[in-house]
């Protein structure tokens, strides 16, 4: 009876220190993919003190030893222990709703037969050396450091592969001649710079655009050799950084003609540092284009008006509020249903419409008609165009869901961005409620810039909704210290939490802003 009694408490240890294991693993793996496969950036999320799972293992282990070490002539206490633990875990998972689950890329699938090579080798090291709660706990917390062997192990291979494929990119570039090449960079605003631009110049040329947020050399290079047609004349890429280097690579990649900055700011500090880095990382864009390219910049950016350039490149500048810059948007008004202003061309003033709401969205429409005018499209063709520009998905992007009206600001916050989505809900009628969870990536900036947007909010809207209680107590206290009343705040712990609340608690006549909505290396 005690043989079966044992028999059968091994097996559930076996199984639930297996299970555990494997959902140490795919979060691991989940982590380092949402991370850009980079050592430094998935150490920075490991080490988080916010980082809860890793933490409890690491709690956990140490219960396990204590309790081993008081009865080492039994490994049932263990065992129990293991199997209570190995339950919350698995049904905390089986609650949990990722923002974005582990994607399963063919470069995955090989991360995933060297990291069950490196387990197993590891179990078959450890197994004549401690004892079985000993080696279990070593491994829990070696599911999350397995990731490093792993990347060291991987890297010849992924480098070999993403060369093979960047080179046969570069080849297809060069095999068209009379292909113009665009490039977009910026702190913020590229990607709606993109689909903008290419709405505006698309009825008169043959565009390919990177799609959603292909900003990456891998991703630019899929969007090459996969889309990429004789037939386009026009190849519009959106250029992403996050370190020193990054523009500089992709300009020797892609060795656009014309290039654009649409802003600068702090984002990225975890990795850029300081500001200095990202202005001369950003105005590479236009520092690295050939003798005749030309550049686009928006000269409201203080970063960008106070740049001296290196080069002598022709650069054509937009402004709002600066009025030295070459195309300058006037007369601007705004409607719930969108936007109008003017712009003087050559000595004629040229009214615009459009659906788009914001400032920093006619901004970018003032680069996609300054790039138009030097493509020599019509004017009368270019104000066609701005009229029917498409709503920008999660993008101040006015929608209905279930009968409500929501601004989805939702992709990628930025300090400029968000206070001007404050603003767009300002205007609006009924009861204005914004949900966010506050921006990220801002390094030791974080918090002081979380809490002036908590501040900025504090007498633009009705109703403030936080996503995540550590995540915004800045802005949480930027709202209490311009006195913002504290009934009016409501705090939930995930964005589905968020929606059920609005669907309780506000009437189809209000209006919802969706700022910001953080990955789950983020959301710990």
Not at 91 to 114: G, P
Not at 152 to 180: C, F, G, Q, V, W
Not at 227 to 252: Q, R, T, W
Request: proline fraction near 3%; include cysteine.
């Amino acid at each position: 009876m005690n043989r079966l009694f044992d028999f059968t408490a091994t097996l559930f240890y076996l199984c639930s220190f297996l299970s555990l294991a494997f959902v140490f693993c795919k979060h691991a793996l989940q982590m380092f993919q949402q991370n850009h496969y980079e050592l430094y950036r998935y150490s920075k999320w490991l080490f988080n003190k916010k980082n809860l799972k890793f933490s409890l293992t690491i709690v956990y282990s140490l219960i396990v030893i204590v309790v081993g070490l008081l009865f080492p002539n039994s490994e049932l206490p263990v065992l129990f222990i293991t199997i209570a633990f190995a339950i919350y875990f698995i049904y905390k998972e089986s609650e949990k709703v990722y923002i974005k689950d582990l994607v399963l890329t063919a470069r995955v699938k090989r991360q995933i037969i060297v990291l069950v090579v490196i387990f197993i080798a590891f179990l078959l090291c450890c197994r004549n050396l401690f004892p079985n709660y000993i080696t279990g706990i070593l491994t829990l917390i070696m599911s999350y450091l397995f990731i490093y062997p792993l990347s060291l192990l991987t890297m010849p291979i992924e480098y070999a592969i993403k060369k093979h494929y960047e080179n046969d990119a570069k080849r297809i570039l060069e095999s068209n001649e009379s292909l113009l090449k665009i490039g977009i960079t910026g702190s913020y605003g590229k990607t709606s710079t993109k689909n903008i631009l290419n709405d505006i110049i698309s009825d008169n040329r043959f565009t390919l655009i990177t799609p959603a947020s292909y900003n990456t050399p891998m991703g630019i290079t899929r969007t090459i050799r996969e889309m990429l047609k004789p037939i386009h004349e026009v190849f519009i890429c959106e250029m992403g950084a996050d370190k020193v280097g990054d523009i500089s690579y992709l300009m020797n990649f892609v060795k656009p003609k014309y290039g654009i900055v649409t802003s600068i700011g702090p984002q990225h500090l975890n990795t850029f540092h300081n500001i200095d880095n990202i202005i001369n990382e950003k105005m590479q864009e236009i520092e690295m284009l050939p003798p005749d390219g030309t550049g686009f910049v928006n000269l409201d950016n203080e970063y960008i008006a106070s740049y001296h350039y290196l080069s002598r490149h022709k650069v054509v500048s937009v402004g709002i509020d600066n009025k030295n810059a070459d195309l300058v948007a006037e007369n601007i008004s705004y409607r719930k249903d969108g936007s109008s202003f003017s712009v003087n061309i050559d000595g004629t003033d040229h009214e615009f419409t459009t659906a788009l709401l914001g400032k920093h969205n006619i901004s970018n429409i003032l680069i996609g008609i300054a790039v138009a005018l030097e493509m020599n499209i019509p004017i009368e063709d270019i104000k066609r165009n701005v009229k029917h520009i498409s709503q920008i998905e999660h993008r101040l992007e006015v929608k209905k869901i279930n009968g409500y009206t929501f601004i989805d600001d939702a992709f990628n916050s930025n300090p400029v961005g968000s206070k001007m989505a404050v603003d767009v809900l300002s205007l609006m009628s009924g009861k204005r409620i914004i949900v966010t969870p506050g921006m990220i990536d801002l390094g030791d900036k974080e918090d002081e810039i979380n809490e002036e947007f908590g501040s900025y909010m504090a007498d633009k809207v009705d109703k403030v909704i936080l996503v995540g209680e550590k995540q915004t107590k800045a802005i949480l206290k930027g709202l209490k210290d311009k006195g913002f009343n504290e009934e009016d705040i409501h705090i939930c712990k995930n964005v589905r939490e968020a929606f059920d609340y609005v669907y309780a608690n506000f009437s189809r006549d209000d209006t919802i802003l969706l700022e910001n909505d953080l990955p789950d290396a983020f959301n710990v």
